[in-house]
C-alpha cells in the first residue's frame, strides 16, 4: 500500500505545456507561501510595505495563515501537474478563480488605502490570463498524427 494512488497521466489528453504551467504556477505559490510562513514579519512589512502598527502580531498571523494554505495549495498543484494530470483542468480554473477574485480585490474593491500594492497584485491579473490560456489548451487536448 502507498500514501498515494498509481499516477494516471497516462488518460490525459491536454496539452502538456498546460501541465507545465501548473508546475510553474505550484512553484510560485509555494515559494510566497514558506516567505508567508517562514519570514520573521510574514512578509508583511519588507515585502508588502504595510505598516503593522499596534496590531503586528494581527497582520503577522494572518500572513502565516495564508501562507499555509499556500504551501498545501501548492502542494496539491505540484502533485497534480507531476503524477494526476487529468485534474490539470480543475486546478487551472481554480487558479483562475482564485487569482481572479484576488485581482478583484486587490484593485477594485479594496485597494490599499496607501496605494502601495504587494507583488501578487500585479501578479495576479496576469496569471488569470496565463491560466484560461492554458485551460483552454488543457480541453482541447493534443493533435495526434
Known amino acids: ?15 502538456g505545456a498546460s501541465a507545465w504551467f ?7 505559490t509555494l515559494v510566497p507561501g514558506m516567505i508567508h510562513s517562514f519570514l520573521p514579519d510574514g ?16 497582520v ?3 500572513f502565516r495563515w495564508e501562507g499555509s494554505t499556500q504551501i498545501a495549495m ?9 503524477r494526476y494530470r487529468p485534474l490539470t483542468p480543475l486546478f487551472l480554473a481554480l487558479i483562475v478563480v482564485e487569482r481572479g477574485l484576488m485581482s478583484l480585490h486587490g ?3 479594496s485597494p490599499p488605502i496607501t496605494g502601495h500594492h504587494p507583488p ?3 501578479a495576479s491579473p496576469v ?9 483552454a489548451l488543457s480541453l482541447r487536448g493534443r493533435r495526434v498524427a
Open 1 to 15: 500500500m502507498s500514501f498515494l494512488p498509481p499516477s494516471t497521466n497516462a488518460e490525459y489528453r491536454g496539452t
Open 22 to 28: 501548473l508546475t510553474f504556477a505550484a512553484v510560485m
Open 43 to 58: 512578509g508583511a512589512g519588507v515585502i508588502a510595505g504595510l505598516d503593522m502598527g499596534d496590531r503586528r502580531d494581527l
Open 60 to 62: 503577522i498571523g494572518l
Open 74 to 82: 501548492g502542494i496539491a498543484m505540484l502533485v497534480v501537474s507531476l
Open 107 to 109: 484593485w477594485i474593491l
Open 120 to 122: 501578487a497584485h500585479y
Open 127 to 135: 496569471t488569470v490570463v496565463l491560466a484560461l490560456l492554458f485551460l
